[in-house]
């Protein structure tokens, strides 16, 4: 059998390489969460953060804080809140909106795995130098900054 990688005119199109990088982070993300003993997908765990970042905002602007349609966000908040990881109340000033807060277990949590999600972003960009790291976020953090919604 030949180890040689096969070479396609699209994998180098960036929606594939946005694809595959996804699929690692994703796949980085879990293994070392749960070696550490953590149960969430990395959505939930953006939504732990954001919340802990903007305590009390709505589903809506929580979807939009972390770059999610409300649809996702909503089974989300559904399951974390089933976890006990974040309380809904109705909001004083409107009273369709629920606001979101992290419980006590979920902002916890949410501390407990800040250090290792930080630690590990390298794994997720294996290839490159600590300057090339900082290029591509920079690159990333642009290119999405006009991305449509």
Not at 94 to 102: G, I, N, P, Q, S
Not at 107 to 134: C, F, K, N, S, W
Request: hydrophobic share 45%.
């Amino acid at each position: 059998m030949n180890d040689t990688p096969i070479k396609t005119r699209s994998s180098a199109l960036p929606g594939h390489l946005i694809r595959r990088l996804h699929q690692l982070s994703t796949r980085v993300f879990t293994e070392e969460t749960r070696a550490a003993g953590f149960d969430l997908t990395p959505v939930q765990f953006v939504a732990l953060d954001a919340l802990r970042e903007n305590n009390g905002i709505d589903q809506a602007r929580l979807a939009e804080a972390i770059a999610k349609d409300r649809a996702t966000v909503g089974s989300v908040i559904d399951r974390l809140e089933q976890k006990g990881l974040i309380a809904r109340q109705v909001s004083r000033r409107d009273k369709r909106a629920r606001e979101l807060a992290l419980t006590d277990e979920g902002a916890a949590l949410v501390a407990a795995m800040t250090p290792v999600v930080e630690a590990l972003q390298a794994r997720i960009l294996p290839g490159l130098t600590a300057q090339e790291y900082d290029q591509f976020i920079a690159l990333a953090a642009k290119a999405t900054a006009f991305a449509p919604e």
